[in-house]
Every structure is written in structure tokens, then in C-alpha cells.
């Protein structure tokens, strides 16, 4: 009797459950279609290094995969386009020249122990293609680092924009944010071109992926305390994985609040971390840690903002009461 009570209480997910025509194959195929031209892209400016990282990633998630799946003894799943969409955004968060056993390294943290360690998809903590990242920067921060390719150039090891930031020796012409927007310039594979990110915002938002809350509140949160500071504000926004983190990781299904009130508080806390870490922080970027640390308050965002189904709001109530007092 006790281990079929404890074998039901295990299932446990935030409300409301409402069914939909849209499974999770076409969410994910959404997606990829979104992520498709940032990796074309990357493969244009930064030539086969980019190319290689990017093929190594998607084919190691997809192999890690069904292999855990089947160590686990799990239906197979490769088909809904989860671990497709893992190792893309994997590969875009990463240097262009990073060696190739690192990416599979990476791929390894992430659909083995950031997804499939934790029950699949939809059991998820943490997102895992940031959980990968995360292991690749703390554990061979200097190969993250150095490994960056200029446009039509070889690899070369020079300090990031944001870098030069946080040191104050940084300044911006018009020329400087023409070039940051479209995105011909050093950086991860994915993260250059804010134009294509910008782009795909809208793809996502339109075709109703993504909630638009998160992604707002997050790029908020990094802009106004940025200017606040000191801090070019323009730069501070299309520089770094900012847009990035806002529009693919910020607003995934599992480890982001199902609420609106959640997702806005959520972005929030999301860029007031970016932006902590930017200003006072060791690192020169904070978006990947601000996201992976408020995915661990996301059961309780969801606790917090929780909205009670079959209760009127409060000026509904008022209303009523006046409809009843004129009608008496």
C-alpha cells in the first residue's frame, strides 16, 4: 500500500492541465526552423571550425540520447526533436574552434546528466544545453575563452567586447552597433547577429512557441540597471548572449514558470543576475549562470504566482456586489 502511494505522489506538475492540438515534435521543429539560419550563419562567418562544432554537437546529443534511453530501458524518443533542439543550442552557445572532444564532452552533460539523469524530457531542472555550457566554462575556462574565430580570419585569443566593458576601455561609434546587430564580428557560433535572433523572436512568438513575457523582462533587466551604471546600453544588449539566452533559453517549457506573473518575475530575476554579474561579478558575462540559477526558483515561482482557477478577481467581485446592491 505505501509503495503505491508513494508511486503515485511522484508525478507532480504545476496546474493548470489543459490539452492542445500542438505536440512536442512541432513545438521543437519550431525551433530548429528558428535556430536554422543563426547556424548557417555562424557556418558563413566563421567557416568549417563552425561547421564541425555544430554537426559533432547535434549528432553526439542525438547518439547520448538513445543510448541512455536504451541503459534506462525508456521508450526511445529521438523522434520528438528534443535532442536536435539540445545539441543546436549547445553548439551556438560554444566557440567556433572549441575541440572537438569538448563538444561531445559537453553533449554529454547535457542530455545525460542536465536531462536524462533527472527522468526525460519534461523532468528537467535545469536547461541542459546551458547545463553542457556550464560544464565546458568552469571546467576548461581557458579553451571557452580563447577559441574564438574573427570573421573570414584564423582563430585568434583577444578579449570579448564584453570584457573590454567591464574594464571601461571599451567605447561605441554607430559603425560599432550596425556591426554588433547584424553580427560580423568574434563570438559563439550563435550568439553574434542580434538582427537573426531578433528575427527569430518574432518566428516563435507569432507561431505562439514562446511567451513574450520572459524574453521582455530579462533584456529589461540587463538594459536599465546597465544604463543606470554607466554602462552603454545599446551594447550591453546586442553583445554577449543576452538576446540569445532571452529568446531560446529563458522561455524553455520545463525549467521556466507556466505562469505569467512566474515568466515575468522569472525574465527579471534572469536579467538583474545577467546584469549583477556583468558589473561586479569574475566573469565578463552572467547569462548563463543568471539562467541556470533561476531555474532552480521556477517550482517556486510557480508556488508564488500561482492563480486559483474557479475564483472571480477581485474588481469582478466588487462588480458583482454593485450589480446586486443597484438591483436590490
Request: proline letters at 5%; one cysteine or more.
Amino acid at each position: 500500500m505505501a509503495a503505491a502511494l508513494d508511486k503515485n505522489e511522484i508525478y507532480i506538475s504545476p496546474n493548470p492541465h489543459l490539452s492542445s492540438a500542438r505536440d512536442t515534435t512541432s513545438i521543437m521543429l519550431a525551433v530548429i526552423i528558428a535556430l536554422l539560419p543563426l547556424a548557417v550563419y555562424g557556418v558563413i562567418l566563421f567557416g568549417l571550425p563552425s561547421l564541425l562544432t555544430i554537426a559533432v554537437s547535434l549528432v553526439s546529443c542525438l547518439v547520448f540520447e538513445v543510448l541512455t534511453q536504451l541503459a534506462f530501458r525508456r521508450p526511445i524518443r529521438i523522434k520528438d526533436g528534443s535532442a536536435a533542439v539540445t545539441g543546436l543550442l549547445l553548439a551556438l552557445t560554444l566557440p567556433p574552434a572549441i575541440p572537438v572532444w569538448m563538444t561531445v564532452l559537453g553533449a554529454f552533460f547535457a542530455i545525460v546528466v542536465a536531462k536524462e539523469f533527472f527522468g526525460g524530457i519534461g523532468s528537467n531542472v535545469f536547461n541542459p544545453a546551458l547545463v553542457g555550457r556550464a560544464f565546458l566554462f568552469t571546467s576548461f575556462p581557458a579553451a571557452m575563452g580563447s577559441h574564438w574565430i574573427e570573421p573570414a580570419t584564423d582563430a585568434v585569443s583577444s578579449a570579448t567586447i564584453l570584457s573590454q566593458i567591464k574594464e571601461g576601455s571599451a567605447s561605441f561609434s554607430a559603425a560599432d552597433y550596425v556591426q554588433y546587430f547584424t553580427g560580423n564580428s568574434a563570438g559563439c557560433i550563435g550568439e553574434t547577429s542580434a538582427a537573426l535572433i531578433l528575427l527569430a523572436a518574432v518566428f516563435l512568438l507569432v507561431t505562439k512557441v514562446i511567451d513574450w513575457r520572459a524574453p521582455l523582462a530579462m533584456i529589461v533587466f540587463t538594459a536599465v540597471p546597465s544604463f543606470l551604471a554607466g554602462t552603454d546600453i545599446i551594447a550591453s544588449v546586442l553583445t554577449g548572449g543576452l538576446l540569445f539566452g532571452a529568446v531560446f533559453m529563458a522561455t524553455d517549457y520545463t525549467t521556466a514558470p507556466v505562469t505569467s506573473y512566474g515568466r515575468l518575475v522569472f525574465g527579471a530575476l534572469c536579467g538583474l543576475i545577467t546584469f549583477l554579474i556583468r558589473q561586479f561579478g569574475g566573469y565578463p558575462e552572467g547569462v548563463m549562470f543568471s539562467i541556470l540559477i533561476t531555474n532552480a526558483l521556477t517550482p517556486f515561482l510557480n508556488k508564488l504566482t500561482e492563480r486559483k482557477y474557479g475564483h472571480p478577481k477581485l474588481f469582478a467581485g466588487k462588480k458583482n456586489k454593485a450589480d446586486k446592491g443597484g438591483a436590490q
